[in-house]
């Protein structure tokens, strides 16, 4: 069974400042990787996705995440934060072995809170 | 190009009763996928389907039911609906089996009283 856990249930950073969004999955092949953010009373939006090459991925809206395959996880990134950011974070994880079959399991999801 | 249209947007039903929401995907999206969202349970997976296939099921009871049209077009149904299913229903499409990525629909917000 593949999982995808978001350790924390809320990061706070200031403007300006990096942000980091962690998240760890398992599987029992290889993964697709991918990280969704979702605004107030809307569906989720992509971010970005992680199938294979550069362990650093980059994705809209100045954010990138980097697949670590020894410690199986894939944490989201931004070098600036802004008040606009705040968000729900959504980590999700689709075995590459069986894509035609298997589901994109979601973690619970982190609610970023940039502070002005 | 349109997005995923999920209708209706919201939606307040009476326990017992029973709904049916829809989603058109993206054009040319042949999978379609539901997700239940709530507070305490968080991105719940419903069911998947490629072709008019169901090609993945939740572990949702008997009452949850779809299906998918030629069209890709996609419809849920709840029946004998309970004051616990009140959710955001989401619906996502994608080109083939999810190796893209999925794109939501804004969802469907059910209230159940």
């Known amino acids: 069974a593949q999982s995808v856990a978001q350790p924390e249930d809320q990061v706070n950073v200031a403007e300006g400042n990096p942000l980091t969004v962690k998240c760890t999955y398992s599987?029992?092949?290889?993964?697709?990787l991918f990280w969704y953010v979702q605004y107030p009373n809307r569906g989720l939006q992509f971010l970005l996705k992680y199938i294979t090459g550069d362990n650093l991925v980059k994705g809209s809206y100045g954010f990138e995440a980097e697949f670590n395959k020894s410690q199986t996880s894939f944490h989201l990134k931004k070098p600036s934060a802004l008040v606009s950011d705040s968000a729900l974070y959504f980590c999700a994880v689709r075995d590459m072995e069986n894509s035609g079959y298997s589901t994109l399991t979601f973690g619970k999801g982190t609610m970023l809170l940039v502070s002005p | 190009k349109a997005g995923v249209t999920q209708t209706p947007r919201y939606l307040i039903k009476t326990r017992g009763q029973q709904v049916t929401l829809s989603c058109s995907p993206i054009?040319?999206?042949?999978?379609v996928s539901w997700y239940q969202q709530t507070p305490g349970q968080g991105l719940q997976f419903l069911f998947e389907?490629?072709?008019?296939?169901?090609?993945n099921k939740g572990n949702f009871p008997g009452r949850f039911s779809g299906r998918q049209f030629s069209n890709s077009r996609s419809e849920m149904n709840v029946s004998t609906l309970e004051l616990g299913d009140s959710a955001l229903y989401l619906c996502a499409s994608s080109l083939s089996t999810g190796v893209d990525g999925y794109t939501f629909g804004s969802g469907t917000r059910l209230t159940v009283v």
């Open positions: 389907y490629f072709s008019e296939t169901q090609r």
């Open positions: 599987v029992s092949g290889n993964p697709y």
């Open positions: 054009s040319g999206h042949r999978s």
